[in-house]
């Protein structure tokens, strides 16, 4: 009981230190993993080989894959069919404040399927921010509205499945149900929260579009039959079950050949040469989950564990639902239901033990990754926004809050009825 006390205090204390900022999360999982594991007696030599080698490449797939999404973000906006995408969104949406709302909405959305990263965030916003503002959305709902509709593609984005599936050990192909239902709450939620709030917003503002992201963008129109390419790899997997990988290198290719298609070994190498440095930082979070991972589902952790975890998580479905809907909060400012973060240790615990389904664990970590991805202040990505259209980052979680809790609760009760 003492061991499974003292892991427990460092769960606590890691949490604490991230928090608060005073722990990188980049230090605070290895340094938890190795704790973990002196606490549970693992030999010294095994530490050293398993818990820190072993960690350290564990999930080497879903590096590789983020990797290769990178690229494929930078192709997407190199060739401009991103910045295409939203312009002729815009164009068609005209001067209504709602359609407008409805059609930016739907293109952040169609874009965030397969590019991602701070670099891409500023490269819409920039677009769609003022475009939102100028025909009388307030600053605040044009910011909720591009994170809201930023959720539904991330929903959809390969290489966030391929971190999910080596991570919990779950198929992608047994992922795609989350990224069907869920996208769709998370669609729904978004055309209320239009509906509710756009209507009241009637203030027009003048606004000086931001060029510094722009001017690099090809003025040159892409072609219409090149605008699917966001889409290419999600029907690869989706529909033919297509390894992660090749499928982002296909997108890759088609988005090139049919923009750009001299400039293929140029744009190909430099969008992965810079791909990798977007999601570098991404990278050096899953090395130190994989050590978590490793620490927490060692036997002897387990063994340790299994009777704290037993009594805490949730037998029945009305508690299941109960149990996550109340700790949702506990996904943000990096605390401990982020999955990039001390999540990833708890999952693996639940996983270790026993305690629930890894498809149940799946469900309960993505539905709380709504309420993250979306209100957390402390996502980059949540600031750049923000401090864009001047609005204070706890303003617009006060704001998008009660939309993507429900959205969690939603997803929490889709399980119990059809996953449990």
């Given amino acids: 009981m003492l061991q499974g006390m003292l892991i427990l205090l460092v769960f606590v204390l890691s949490a604490i230190g991230m928090m608060s900022k005073k722990l990188p ?3 605070a999982l290895p340094l938890m993993a190795v704790l973990i594991a002196i606490i549970s007696k693992i030999p010294f030599n095994e530490i050293l080989t398993t818990i820190i080698g072993g960690g350290a490449v564990r999930l080497s797939s879903a590096m590789a894959a983020a990797m290769f999404g990178g690229m494929l973000s930078q192709v997407i906006n190199r060739t401009g069919i991103a910045n295409s995408i939203i312009k002729r969104a815009a164009e068609l949406a005209g001067d209504n404040p709602m359609i407008v709302a409805f059609v930016i909405a739907a293109a952040v959305a169609f874009v965030f399927t397969s590019i991602g990263g701070l670099g891409a965030i500023i490269m819409v916003g920039t677009i769609v921010l003022p475009i939102m503002i100028s025909v009388g959305i307030n600053a605040l709902l044009a910011a909720s509205i591009m994170l809201i509709s930023f959720k539904i593609g ?3 984005n390969m290489y966030n499945y391929a971190f999910y599936s080596d991570v919990l050990g779950i198929p ?6 989350f ?5 769709a709450i998370t669609a729904i939620a978004t055309i209320v929260f239009i509906i509710f709030n756009v209507r009241k917003s009637k203030t027009r503002t003048a606004w000086a579009m931001p060029n510094a992201n722009m001017v690099k963008q090809d003025k040159k129109n892409v072609p ?3 605008l699917i390419t966001p889409i290419i790899p999600i029907l690869l997997v989706f529909i033919w079950n297509v390894n992660v990988i090749a499928a982002i290198i296909v997108g890759a290719l088609y988005g090139i050949l049919t923009t750009k298609p001299k400039e293929i070994v140029n744009i190909l190498s430099s969008s992965f040469i810079e791909g990798i440095k977007d999601v570098a930082p991404a990278v050096a979070l899953m090395i130190g989950i994989g050590m978590v991972l490793l620490a927490v589902m060692n036997e002897a952790t387990a063994s340790i564990m299994q009777p704290i975890i037993a009594a805490v998580v949730p037998s029945s ?4 639902i109960l149990f996550f809907a109340l700790l949702s909060p506990l996904a943000l400012y990096r605390g401990p239901l982020n999955l990039w973060g001390l999540g990833s240790g708890i999952a693996g615990l639940m996983l270790a033990t ?3 389904s890894p498809m149940v664990i799946t469900a309960a970590l993505l539905a709380l990754s709504a309420v993250q991805d979306v209100a957390d202040p402390t996502n980059t990505h949540n600031v750049w926004i923000c401090n864009f259209v001047e609005v204070d980052t706890s303003t617009v979680l006060k704001k998008v809050f009660p939309y993507v809790f429900g959205v969690a609760v939603l997803c929490l009760i889709y399980t119990t009825m059809f996953i449990w």
Avoid: C
Avoid at 172 to 177: F, H
Avoid at 317 to 320: A, D, E, G
């Fill in 317 to 320: 479905k009305i508690s299941y």
């Fill in 25 to 27: 999360a980049l230090i």
């Fill in 154 to 156: 991330l929903l959809f």
């Fill in 179 to 183: 990224a069907l239902v869920y996208g």
């Fill in 354 to 356: 026993g305690s629930l």
């Fill in 224 to 226: 219409i039959y090149a």
């Fill in 172 to 177: 992608i192909a047994d992922l795609k149900i």
